[in-house]
C-alpha cells in the first residue's frame, strides 16, 4: 500500500522566487553645472576665496627660527641632578 501525497498548495511553495527584475530606472540629470566665480554674491566669493586660502596654508611648512635663547648660556652644572633625585631613564 503506497500513500498518496498531497499536492503542495500555494501558501506552502518551496520554489525559489527571482529576486531580480528586468526593469530598468533611468534618471534624467542636468548637464550644465558649471557655475562661476563670477556669478556668486561677495559673501560667497570671500567665504570661496578664504576657504581655498586657509586650505592651501595647510599644506605649506612654516619655518620658525627661535632665536630667544641664541645669546643665553645654560648654567654650569654643579651636581648630578639624576643622581641626587635616583630618576634615571630606561
Do not use: W
Not at 500555494?10 to 534618471?27: A, F, G, W
Amino acid at each position: 500500500m503506497e500513500a498518496k501525497q498531497k499536492p503542495a498548495s500555494s501558501e506552502c511553495s518551496l520554489t525559489k522566487k527571482d529576486c531580480c527584475s528586468n526593469e530598468q530606472l533611468v534618471v534624467d540629470g542636468q548637464d550644465n553645472l558649471k557655475l562661476s566665480f563670477d556669478k556668486l554674491n561677495k559673501e560667497q566669493q570671500i567665504l570661496v576665496a578664504t576657504f581655498i586660502y586657509s586650505y592651501i596654508n595647510l599644506f605649506t611648512e612654516q619655518e620658525t627660527d627661535n632665536t630667544s635663547f641664541r645669546d643665553y648660556s645654560p648654567p654650569p652644572l654643579v651636581r648630578d641632578v639624576q643622581v641626587l633625585d635616583q630618576t634615571f631613564l630606561i
